[in-house]
């Protein structure tokens, strides 16, 4: 037979917490639901996104001209070296170098 205790002890055991989680996911849903109704106070919303942005593109230009700004020097570097290796080998030899063979990919 089961005692009126111990059905108000299981209801007390397992209601209380219950009503615990259920309070925390209501405050947890209606803190979620403020927070998306006014995302700019809370730093996601499209005026911080755009500032990130925006910084982020400035950055990623400026790596991009050093990058490109390297590759031009590093072009330049080694056409100068493969024109004093050719005047090098005609001093040398008396003979033209052979001439350059392109790879089929490489742009002209």
Not at 68 to 95: D, N, P
């Amino acid at each position: 037979m089961v005692s009126s205790d111990m059905i108000l002890g299981i209801a007390l055991g397992v209601g209380v917490p219950m009503l615990g989680w259920a309070f925390r996911i209501f405050w947890l849903v209606n803190a979620t639901h403020k927070m998306h109704l006014k995302p700019d106070e809370h730093g996601f919303g499209s005026a911080t996104t755009e500032a990130l942005l925006i910084n982020h593109f400035k950055v990623e230009e400026g790596l991009q001209r050093d990058a490109v700004s390297a590759t031009k020097a590093l072009r330049f570097a080694i056409k100068e070296l493969s024109h004093y290796t050719r005047w090098s080998v005609k001093q040398r030899t008396g003979k033209e170098p052979p001439p350059y063979v392109r790879d089929a990919g490489e742009d002209i």
